[in-house]
């Protein structure tokens, strides 16, 4: 069980793409996801041409702009140079590197708290990687799905092993409603990179009313769920526990940390398809469920 009503940390909406940036928005998330994972950390770099690493293992992720980019150690000797970074693309500094961009870029930088494998390369460009290729799964699975994993748990399924943090950037259409357990799972991010018309994501805290579908009445279940419009720039924060469904057409990267681990996707569609049925909701009325993974439980 993940927990009763209010037992995880609300999801957190910063709107980066708004003007101004929704610094408000974007400390409050900050602020959960620190104290939910320590020695991590995340910010937001809204004109980023040049950044250190300090003592610190950094991920960056480039959400706008274009520009060739170079990383320096201590020793101001190349590390990496990229002539075409831009949106999608990641950048990983070790300690004591420095990052500097021809023009100006924005990115969400996350701290991590474990050292990158030598294997690992500066940059990681997911649309250009040719080691990087579609691999259906998660919440793209139908045939010809975008998804490509850049940090990854497991050696399986691509070519940087990274475990601290995962992401892989994919398009999103009909996911599986889900959730990442309180015990064991890890909490995710959705930085929303392009949007069609009427994507959204649908988020509830009530999973352990889910779980129980005999015990939802007609008078809650209006309120399970939240519908969330999503918008290029927008970062959302899923803590642990948090039932969440992407649907209608988004690009993002989705960030986990720690990383994925395999059985922490814990589906719950059978349950919303079973708590309709029982209480006869229809239309506009229906709790929001994907019909081809609510025949049974599904756990990835």
């Not at 589906?267 to 609510?294: C, M, T």
């Amino acid at each position: 069980m993940s927990g009763e009503p209010g037992s995880v940390t609300p999801i957190r909406v910063a709107h980066l793409g708004a003007e101004g940036g929704d610094a408000e928005g974007f400390e409050a998330l900050r602020r959960d996801f620190g104290r939910r994972n320590p020695g991590y950390d995340v910010e937001w770099r809204d004109t980023l041409d040049g950044f250190d690493a300090d003592e610190r293992h950094v991920v960056a992720f480039i959400q706008s702009g274009s520009s060739e980019a170079r990383v320096v150690d201590r020793g101001s000797q190349w590390t990496g140079t990229e002539p075409a970074l831009t949106t999608g693309d990641v950048v990983l500094l070790r300690p004591g590197e420095r990052f500097s961009a021809a023009s100006a870029l924005s990115a969400v930088v996350f701290t991590v708290p474990e050292p990158f494998p030598r294997t690992l390369p500066t940059f990681v460009r997911p649309d250009w990687d040719e080691l990087i290729t579609d691999t259906p799964g998660g919440c793209a699975e139908e045939t010809g799905a975008y998804r490509r994993i850049v940090l990854t748990w497991l050696e399986t399924v691509g070519p940087y092993v990274y475990r601290a943090l995962n992401c892989h950037r994919v398009r999103i259409t009909d996911s599986f409603s889900h959730y990442h357990p309180l015990k064991g799972g890890f909490d995710e991010f959705y930085l929303v990179q392009m949007v069609q018309p009427g994507a959204v994501l649908y988020t509830s805290d009530g999973t352990g009313r889910i779980e129980d579908p005999a015990a939802v009445t007609r008078a809650e279940a209006p309120r399970l769920f939240e519908r969330h419009p999503l918008e290029v720039g927008d970062l959302v924060y899923l803590p642990r526990g948090t039932v969440h469904r992407g649907f209608g057409g988004v690009l993002a990267q989705i960030i986990t940390a720690p990383g994925f681990r395999p059985g922490a996707e814990i589906g719950v569609d059978h349950h919303l398809r079973a708590i309709n049925e029982r209480l006869g909701l229809a239309g506009e009325d229906a709790l929001p469920y994907r019909e081809a993974s609510a025949s049974r439980a599904v756990v990835k």
